[in-house]
């Protein structure tokens, strides 16, 4: 079965950094586009950044300058570095990515668990 799984939530302080990753785990035969989403109290589940598989990039207006997504297809992981953060950056951070388990299976979407980030003094 695979999963996707995140790290590297916490608490931080205004202007600091976090690096969250989101590993693969189980029989993947392939990944295509993988991407960082957030969904802070209250609001709507949003697109934050996303890398695809040949690494071209795209960046949330938000968070531009200050995020950077990456990847490593060897590891079938996701990285996304957030420098200079701001309390509006506070939200459960999920990974999505689409996979395919197999050469013959369909593109699937996975979700990670997702992950608390929360920046406050």
């Known amino acids: ?29 392939s990944i295509l586009a993988m991407g960082w989403y957030r969904q802070a109290p209250g609001k709507e589940r949003e697109l934050v950044a996303s890398i695809s598989s040949s690494g071209g990039t795209y960046y949330a207006d938000s968070v531009k300058g200050r995020f950077t997504i990456s990847r490593d297809n060897a590891k079938n ?30 593109i699937r979407i996975y979700w990670g668990q ?5 920046v406050s003094s």
Do not use: W
């Open 77 to 106: 992981t996701v990285h996304l570095q957030m420098n200079s953060l701001k309390s509006e950056d506070t939200a459960v951070y999920y990974c999505n990515t689409g996979a395919k388990s197999t050469p013959a299976s369909g």
């Open 114 to 118: 997702g992950t608390q980030v929360t």
């Open 1 to 29: 079965q695979v999963q996707f799984v995140e790290s590297g939530g916490g608490l931080v302080q205004p202007g600091g950094s976090l690096r969250l990753s989101c590993a693969a785990s189980g029989s993947i035969f």
